[in-house]
Structure formats: structure tokens, C-alpha cells
RNA sequence: GGCGAGAUAGCUCAGCCGGUAGAGCAGAGGCCUGAAAAGCCUUGUGUCCCCAGUUCAAUUCUGGGUCUUGCCA
């Protein structure tokens, strides 16, 4: 088994500065579990730690492809695996840091395994819905998959598709994935929450969104846009990007944007919250009650058990 | 000053021919198996600006007032 340390918690509740200190002091390394720092270019919005930070602690997972590609929880779960493996052999304990819950869930308790469905198979039923509207594709999973269309409501085009597409391509009903998936995992967590009093942290996610337009996050989209990218690109799907689209559309001013993006990340921290709430985490604790000396002590215990 | 337009939920607004109101967003709570910073679900009693009139009944019609706003001067 590997050991892995995680440290988790809502957008902007510290977890990288913690997760920072903690790796230069167990000498190791950290792997970002991040969807939208995976992104290239995509750097102030995304809060990116800096170069410098990126020198001193070597941090994986970070502008490793475009904002043109794609990239998913599946992805995430291999690629984080095998470093995983790489550090352990190397006798450095992984440390995740992100707040993307589903990425780091993958990890640790896996995904059922299949290839990556084909365009052909995705665009086949776009085609259907655009012809006959998503209630039809719901009706249509609800014949070969009740029990996933008894789960997936009739408005979630996302989970609709993607039950249909992996039925259509491995010929066997999402829920049978589900049934047959592999529960064991290589790794064995300690898990460590940061825990931001909610008041707190929507204050300190104000201040952050005020600080990105200091640093500029307005000249990174507009050299973004001059480049080539488009705000359909999937990485521009972003929190704190696409909420000044209005703004390049010359329709709303920047202000009005900003209050835009600060509300949605507010919805983005409540939403992991939310996630978190059914996560078993081995250590929560305030971010202004988190020290270096007690975050050592947790983790020296939890090497002792290896 | 003249001629219009508007005043309805925290915000932006819907409410045909009169029967005391409803969407989106925000807020609150929840869900989540390869788009997850995504996607989805639940949750709306407010002096319908004020006063008078018509009417069995006015947010809805009429008159007056107040405020906001557009155009013309």
C-alpha cells in the first residue's frame, strides 16, 4: 500500500500554502488535484501557485495540457497513481492538494473501468437530443438502464449522455459498472480537512477575487482571446473567467462581472462543502488553528502504522 | 418647461379581456462514479408607490399626487 497524505478543504480556504510547508518539511512532493490548474496559461483566475513556489516544492499536475483539450477525473486518476508510485519508490510521501473532491475520490476509491467512449458514439446521441429533446433520452435510458434513470433527473443532460454513451459503447448499463467496480485501492490515505469558519472564507474569497483583477486576470483572458482561444475552449469554463464575458461582449462593465464572479465562487465553495460533508476525513481543523508542529505530529503517527 | 415611459420578492423583470401574483438571478439546504471551478434537485406571504373614484370585486380601469427615467426644448 501506498501512503498518501491529502489535503483538502473549500476554494480559498489555505490548503496550498499548508500543503506547501508540509512538503518542504517531509522533503517530498506535491500533486495538484485541481481541474483548472491542469490548464496551461490559465494562471492568476486559477490561483496558481507561483514559480517561485513552484521551485521550491515540485508540484505535478500543473499546465500539463491545453485549453483546448479536455481533461477528467479518469485522467486525473491515472496520472496521479503512477506519480504516486514514482514518490513512494522514492521513499517521498504524495501529498494531493486540491479541491476538486471527485478527482481525488477517483483516486482513492477508484472509477469503474472503461476506455474512453469514442466521439462518434458522444455525437450520436447529441444528434438524437437535438432531434427529439433530452426528455426523449431519458425516456430511452429508462429502457435500458431504469434504475440509472430512476436516479438521473430528466434535466441533467450531462449524467443522461453519459449513462447512454457508456451503455452504447460497452453494451452493458452504467449500473452494472457500478456493481462489478473494483473497491480495493493501492493507497492508504490520511486525509486532512482545512476547515474555514463560512463568514471567513467568504470574506477571504472576496479579497481573493479583488486581487486577481490587481494581478491582471482582466489582460490574461484578453491575451487569451488574442491567441486564438475561445470561451467555448474547455478550459475557459471556468469560475472567475467566464463570468467577464460580458464584459468583452462590451455588454456589462467589469464591476458588475467581478460581483458576478464572486457570487459564483461563494456557490463553488458551498457546493464542496457540501461534497465534503460525506468524506471521512482522518483531521479537520481551522485553517487559523493549523500548525506546522501539529500537522507533523498528526502525519508522524500515521508513518509510525506504515 | 413640453411630450412620453415606468413604479410588482434582496436584484432584473412577467402578469391577455378586473376576481388579492410569478419567472430568472441572488440567498438557504441538498445531490454528485471520466465536463466536477461542471451539472442537477428542493425552497418565493411581497403595503403589487400613495390617495380618491368606478365596481359585488382593482395590482389590473379612471382621476390626482410622489418619485424614477427617455426624448424635445
Request: proline content about 4%; glycine content about 6%.
Amino acid at each position: 500500500m501506498i501512503p498518501i497524505i491529502t489535503i483538502e478543504g473549500p476554494t480559498g480556504s489555505g490548503k496550498s500554502a499548508i500543503a506547501m510547508q508540509l512538503a518542504l518539511e517531509l522533503g517530498t512532493e506535491l500533486i495538484s488535484a485541481d481541474s483548472r490548474q491542469v490548464y496551461q496559461k490559465l494562471d492568476i483566475g486559477t490561483a496558481k501557485p507561483s514559480k517561485e513556489e513552484q521551485e521550491m516544492v515540485h508540484h505535478h499536475l500543473i499546465d500539463i495540457i491545453d485549453i483546448k483539450e479536455t481533461y477528467t477525473a479518469g485522467d486525473f486518476k491515472n496520472q496521479a497513481g503512477k506519480i504516486c508510485a514514482v514518490l513512494w519508490s522514492q521513499k517521498k510521501i504524495p501529498i494531493i492538494a486540491g479541491g476538486t473532491g471527485l478527482y481525488i475520490r477517483s483516486l482513492l476509491h477508484g472509477l469503474f473501468t472503461i476506455p474512453q467512449v469514442p466521439i462518434e458514439v458522444k455525437q450520436e446521441f447529441r444528434e438524437l437530443q437535438e432531434k427529439n429533446g433530452l426528455e426523449f433520452l431519458h425516456q430511452y435510458l429508462s429502457k435500458i438502464d431504469p434504475i440509472a434513470a430512476s436516479k438521473i433527473s430528466v434535466n441533467d443532460q450531462q449524467r443522461i449522455l453519459r449513462a447512454l454513451e457508456v451503455w452504447k459503447f460497452t453494451g452493458t448499463p452504467i449500473t452494472e459498472h457500478w456493481k462489478h467496480q473494483e473497491h480495493t485501492s493501492p493507497f492508504r490515505a490520511l486525509r486532512i480537512f482545512i476547515s474555514p469558519n463560512r463568514s471567513e472564507l467568504y470574506q477571504r474569497i472576496e479579497k481573493r477575487l479583488d486581487t486577481m483583477i490587481e494581478k491582471g486576470i482582466l489582460r490574461e483572458i484578453e491575451d487569451l482571446l488574442h491567441n486564438g482561444y475561445d470561451w467555448r475552449d474547455p478550459g475557459m469554463n471556468a469560475v472567475g473567467y467566464r463570468e467577464f464575458i460580458p464584459y468583452f461582449t462590451k455588454l456589462d462593465s467589469w464591476q458588475n462581472c467581478l460581483i458576478k464572479a464572486k457570487q459564483h465562487t461563494r456557490n463553488y465553495a458551498k457546493r464542496q462543502w457540501t461534497w465534503y460533508n460525506k468524506c471521512n476525513f482522518d483531521l479537520t481543523i481551522s485553517p487559523d488553528a493549523i500548525t506546522l508542529s501539529k500537522l507533523i505530529d498528526v502525519v508522524g503517527h500515521f508513518c509510525v502504522d506504515l
